[in-house]
């Protein structure tokens, strides 16, 4: 067995040289997310604020255009909704089916009708639609109308359209801002675009095969595949299926004198007292067909005459609130289209509440005559249909009629106190020719 003798270490031999190392050291922080955006925030807000000092104007404006192009969600909401069709008015029963829809449900003053939808009105049904750009149709009763355009936007021109399926609608149209915005009211293969400011009733009888379009106001243009016709106020278009459009002049219809739109009638019996009703004449009319109703819609009509003459006297009305129109036939027995209508308030005269009204003095100024005059504080007043709106605080009253027509006019002021007294004075003035 060998034994070997350990080396000692000093006596190890040395290892080779090892190249010398230049270490370099790196020193870090963790910087999160959330901290970078804190500190970008803070130098945009910095920023901000330093343009809103110096620049106020151009901060204020680039503002402006930044929220506009973000948009506001209910902003945004309340566009869609004022670019909707909605009803303003609704009498007996009037239905809607949505064009995805398969039920009818019963229409209210919050339903909004888009492309598509149909609407029915009862027998004793009625109702009007108002569109965003102003323009309404009237559906009558025993109608059913489909609504075929509803294009609206800012800044460019709107159409609207409807067509009538059966029944009788009224279309009016306002003064648009923009020349080419279109109105139209189709029946069958027939199509009336209607122009600024004009006035149209359609008619649509698909049993007896008879459809009419009658411009009471403006003009309108006809269309049917080749066929163009132009109608101006107080002419219509007969549309026969399977023949030519016939276009002919009608009857207008009378205008409306007394009593005059928004008066108030103050009789000590409402019941008894005999009302005088006035229009004047219109040229080929052989009578006349006078309606009072309790609805601006005329569903529920509770008095009326036909007569020969331009007046009538009713009797048996209650106090409250009524319309009227008035339409004239010819001897023909062609009726024109119904007048414009009006609505006055009965009221009952009262006995121990009168109240202090004196006319003082009138004056007319050139057409328009002024009515001086003196009643109590905080009373309204009427003078021909037209509501005082300025009354002093000791009473004492001036008003300016609307210009009148050369020659002789009563003037009727009527009056209701606080304590729900009435009164009435007139006087009778000459406008100078």
């Known amino acids: 067995m060998t034994t070997q003798t350990p080396t000692e270490p000093r006596n190890s031999p040395s290892p080779p040289a090892q190249p010398k190392i230049h270490r370099v050291e790196v020193y870090w922080t963790t910087v999160t997310y959330k901290t970078v955006a804190v500190y970008v925030l803070l130098i945009v807000a910095i920023i901000l604020v330093a343009l809103s000092l110096a620049l106020p104007n151009w901060y204020a404006a680039a503002y402006s255009k930044l929220s506009s192009a973000v948009g506001n969600p209910e902003t945004e909401g309340a566009g869609v909704e004022q670019r909707q069709a909605k009803f303003v008015n609704l009498d007996g029963k009037v239905q809607v089916k949505r064009v995805n829809s398969v039920q009818w449900v019963e229409a ?58 059966t029944g009788e609608v009224n279309l009016a149209t306002p003064n648009w801002s923009s020349p080419d915005s279109k109105a139209a009211v189709s029946v069958e293969d027939t199509t009336a675009q209607l122009r600024s400011n004009s006035r149209a009733a359609v008619k649509a009888d698909p049993e007896k095969k008879e459809n009419e379009i009658v411009v009471s106001g403006g003009s309108a243009e006809v269309k049917r595949g080749q066929e163009r016709i132009e109608l101006a106020q107080w002419q219509k278009v007969n ?32 019941k008894t007292s005999p009302l005088q009703f006035e229009w004047k004449a219109v040229p080929d009319a052989v009578s006349y067909t006078l309606r009072i109703s309790t609805t601006a819609m005329f569903t529920k009509t509770v008095g009326g005459a036909k007569v020969s003459g331009t007046s009538a006297e009713i009797t048996g009305l209650d106090a409250g609130d009524y319309f009227w129109n008035v339409t004239a036939t010819d001897a023909k ?19 121990t509440q009168d109240m202090v009204l004196e006319i003082v003095s009138t004056q007319i100024h050139g057409r328009v005559a002024e009515i001086i005059g003196r009643t109590e504080p905080g009373a309204a007043l009427i003078v021909n249909g037209q ?37 009435k004075q007139q006087v009778s003035i000459v406008v100078p020719r």
């Open 108 to 165: 209210d003053f919050h339903t909004a009708l888009d492309k598509g939808d149909l609407i029915q009105t009862g027998s004793d049904g009625a109702a009007r639609i108002a569109f965003a750009d102003g323009t309404e149709y009237t559906i009558k009763s025993g109608t059913l109308v489909t609504v075929e355009e509803n294009s609206m936007g800012t800044d460019r021109p709107t159409s609207v359209a409807m067509r009538i399926n």
């Open 239 to 270: 549309i026969p299926t399977g023949g030519p459009i016939q276009k002919s002049n009608v009857l207008a219809p009378p205008d409306l004198i007394a009593p005059l739109n928004l008066a108030p009638i103050v009789v000590e019996k409402p």
């Open 333 to 351: 027995n062609q009726n024109s289209e119904v007048s414009e209508t009006f609505k006055f308030t009965l009221a009952t005269q009262g006995k």
């Open 387 to 423: 509501p005082v709106p300025n009354i002093s605080p000791d009473g004492s009253f001036r008003h300016f009629t609307e210009p009148l027509e050369p020659g002789p006019h009563t003037i009727v002021v009527i009056g209701q106190n606080r304590r729900g007294g009435t009164a």
